[in-house]
């Protein structure tokens, strides 16, 4: 029987010796550039690995799980820290960065991508428009490709094409033995269905290839109401995401925004209800469909065709580094006594302290799924998903009280699972993966990395 590999930190001699043997750069406590090298985006995370490495390439990262394995020491693979939050305690532990894996190439003929594991997501979106393509992207341009797409990822297309992790073809990866391998539909087809969905569990992805969608521009933008018509607000966005088309993904939002210089005027101490929507198809359809909303007299309303990487400011998300925490979950149903729950917990007379409570519509093409992955469909019509900002403990306590009480709120309706991207809060994959596929997950862990050398987000024990 296999036991995880021990924690542990290398010898100052070892340490040099791979500082010597790879392009990259490698730090360990008390190094100038350590303190820079750990932190992840998310600034509440506070990661404190015995040995940080910044691979240049996949031969680095070849060269680096080789000294790994040698010395007893796992390793936590990490692109920017959005998710950082989900992973456990570093200490003992290798971080390898992959942020210096930048490069992405378009290939407009076979509309598809490559991209090395330290990719953002506007480094794709950006490039792939001047061939009138769109990936799969979340709502961040700076999300990580790979970790978003290795956890499901689902944006603005995604009731149209899908989750994103429907459309890998294939990954170049480092498997904890030391091996460089490419996984696609004839090579290994065990890691790529593996990485589908179900996080990085099996190795180190160095590149990552996946289809592309001809989008130009959209028909997208957000309707502001003031919070106080929450619960009138979202009944009406309820009722609506029942008529429409698989061409719409649509957020059903309250927000609370914090009072701060680095907000917009409009948004800055302001608290809403609004409905973000994107509908692949013209202007004339788009103002069609959401006719019904705008009836309802929005104090705001931004809604206009927009190019396809400008999807990426939709949801407001923060363009730089802050601390925060959330959790969210499927839903199997949201009948109008979920709404007022939800407002209940996280509306205007809750005193609830959220940033942000989102309701994302789901279905459409995501519940289809055609690649087959550990997550590469989602079969459930809504996801929920709380979040707050957290600048110190208290704050932290106060969230993840808010957050609590809001997925309590929703426990009726609650899938048998979670989503694995944005499920913050401490879950192994059992919590965020299907039972089946957690089941064939555990094989393949067991067969690639029965040592548990590698530390991923949600991990997954290997069968016994
Ligand atoms: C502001 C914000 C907006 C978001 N919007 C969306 C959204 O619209 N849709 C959505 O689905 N999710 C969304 N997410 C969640 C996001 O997709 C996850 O946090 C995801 O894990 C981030 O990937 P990353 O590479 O940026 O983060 P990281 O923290 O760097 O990586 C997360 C995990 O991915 C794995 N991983 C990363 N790189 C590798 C690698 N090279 N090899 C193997 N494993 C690897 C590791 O397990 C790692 O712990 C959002 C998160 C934030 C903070």
Request: proline residues 7%; contains cysteine.
């Amino acid at each position: 029987m296999h036991q995880p590999v021990l924690a542990t930190s290398p010898t100052p001699t070892d340490v040099a010796s791979l500082r010597y043997s790879i392009a990259g750069d490698v730090y360990v406590p008390g190094d100038a550039g350590y303190d820079e090298a750990r932190q992840a985006w998310n600034l509440y995370v506070d990661q404190h690995p015995s040995v940080i490495v910044m691979p240049e390439s996949a031969i680095d990262v070849v060269k680096t799980v080789r000294f790994a394995r040698a010395e007893g020491l796992r390793v936590a693979p990490q692109g920017t820290g959005h998710g950082a939050s989900s992973l456990e305690s570093l200490e003992g532990t290798m971080l390898l960065k992959t942020t210096r894996m930048r490069r992405v190439d378009i290939y407009p003929s076979s509309r598809t991508a490559r991209a090395e594991a330290g990719a953002e997501w506007h480094e794709v979106t950006i490039p792939a428009a001047e061939h009138g393509l769109a990936a799969l992207a979340g709502s961040a341009a700076d999300v990580g490709v790979v970790g978003y797409t290795l956890g499901g990822g689902m944006g603005w297309l995604a009731r149209r094409h899908g989750l994103a992790a429907d459309s890998v073809t294939a990954v170049e990866i480092v498997t904890p033995d030391g091996r460089l391998v490419r996984a696609d539909a004839d090579n290994e087809p065990d890691l790529l269905w593996a990485v589908r969905g179900g996080g990085g569990q099996v190795g180190i992805v160095t590149a990552i290839e996946f289809t592309l969608y001809p989008v130009r521009e959209l028909y997208a933008g957000t309707l502001f109401f003031p919070i106080e018509r929450s619960a009138e607000v979202l009944h009406a966005w309820r009722e609506w995401t029942a008529t429409v088309p698989e061409e719409v993904t649509s957020v059903g939002r309250i927000l609370q925004f914090p009072p701060i210089p680095d907000l917009p005027d409009f948004l800055s101490g302001k608290r809403f209800v609004v409905v973000e929507a994107a509908y692949l198809g013209d202007e004339f359809e788009g103002a069609e469909l959401i006719r019904p909303l705008r009836e309802l007299g929005p104090e705001m309303d931004t809604f206009a065709m927009i190019p396809a990487p400008a999807l990426q400011e939709l949801h407001m998300d923060p363009p730089q580094p802050v601390p925060g925490q959330g959790d969210g979950t499927f839903l199997n149903e949201l009948p109008a006594a979920a709404i007022d729950a939800i407002v209940a917990a996280a509306g205007p007379e809750s005193g609830s302290s959220l940033l942000s409570m989102e309701i994302r519509h789901c279905g459409g093409a995501m519940s289809a799924g055609t690649a087959g992955g550990a997550q590469s469909k989602i079969d459930a019509p809504f996801m929920i998903f709380g979040v707050g900002l957290t600048m110190n403990e208290e704050m932290a306590e106060t969230v993840r009280s808010n957050v609590r009480v809001l997925l309590n709120t929703i426990a009726p309706w609650r899938a048998d699972f979670d989503y694995y991207n944005l499920r913050e809060m401490d879950a192994e994959a059992d919590a965020v993966l299907p039972a089946d596929s957690y089941r064939r997950l555990r094989e393949i862990k067991a067969r690639y990395d029965a040592g548990e050398m590698i530390v991923s987000a949600h991990p997954v024990r290997p069968a016994r």
